[in-house]
């Protein structure tokens, strides 16, 4: 049963924690990404990964990073630094880095900053 | 100037109309295009793409572009309560495959 997962579904943080958002995927893709959507607004782009061992800021990538350490596997940590982090994150994965391939989403996690 | 802008809504239509939803875009040397469906509180969840001038169907749907206006629409034929959703209009970046989404259409189908 291929696809994206991602977790936990829920996530509370205090102010000043670090929380690491696991997103894994058998659907044999090279291509990762993390967005980030808040209420009202579309999805902006944290940080992609075209293959393993690579990645690249995305246009909201300050307070962020990721790693990409297997092909399956690219979990985002949301550090203190980022100063607004409530939000739903969304993990997407498509078969190559090309604008032509579509892009596949994980069911997200909503992070809620206590 | 965004770079892909929708009507937020919301858009309300009767049960078995035609549903009309809107997207245009600022870079011209755009290539792909997406339609997203999107329940409240879910992940958004692909219903068209389109790379070439001219409609596309699928079903219930149709993607319609046109590059010299630089506007992608998505048509709901036959309108059903389990359309109401909010649907984000995507276009492609060259660079890494990127997508750039607008703010998304709130669709409202009323029985």
Redesign the interface.
């Known amino acids: 049963d291929g696809g994206i997962t991602q977790s936990p579904k829920y996530l509370f943080r205090k102010e000043g924690q670090n929380v690491t958002l696991s997103c894994e995927q058998n659907l044999n893709h090279d291509a990762m990404y993390w967005y980030r959507q808040d209420p009202g607004q579309g999805l902006r782009l944290i940080y992609y990964s075209q293959i393993v061992n690579d990645f690249q800021k995305g246009d909201i990538a300050e307070g962020y990073s990721v790693s990409r350490e297997k092909k399956e596997s690219f979990p985002l940590t949301v550090t203190s630094a980022q100063k607004n982090p409530t939000a739903f994150y969304l993990c997407a994965s498509s078969i190559a880095a090309h604008s032509n391939n579509e892009q596949f989403f994980g069911p997200g996690t909503r992070l809620t900053v206590l | 100037q965004k770079e ?1 802008e929708q009507n ?1 809504g919301p858009l309300s239509v009767p049960e078995g109309a035609i549903a009309s939803l809107n997207c245009t875009y600022s870079d011209r040397g ?3 295009f ?1 339609w ?1 469906r999107q329940y409240s509180g ?5 219903i068209m ?1 389109i ?1 070439s001038n001219g409609d596309k169907e699928d079903g219930r749907f149709t993607a319609q572009l046109n590059k010299a206006s630089q506007y992608v629409s998505l048509l709901i034929r036959d309108s059903q309560p389990s359309d109401s959703a909010t649907y ?1 209009c ?1 276009v ?3 660079q ?4 750039i ?4 259409t709130e669709l409202s189908v009323k029985p």
Not at chain 2, 96 to 99: C, F, I, Q, Y
Not at chain 2, 101 to 104: A, I, K
């Open positions: 892909v937020s755009s290539q792909s997406f997203y879910k992940s958004p969840e692909l793409s790379y984000l995507a492609g970046r060259n890494g495959g990127k997508l989404f607008g703010q998304g």
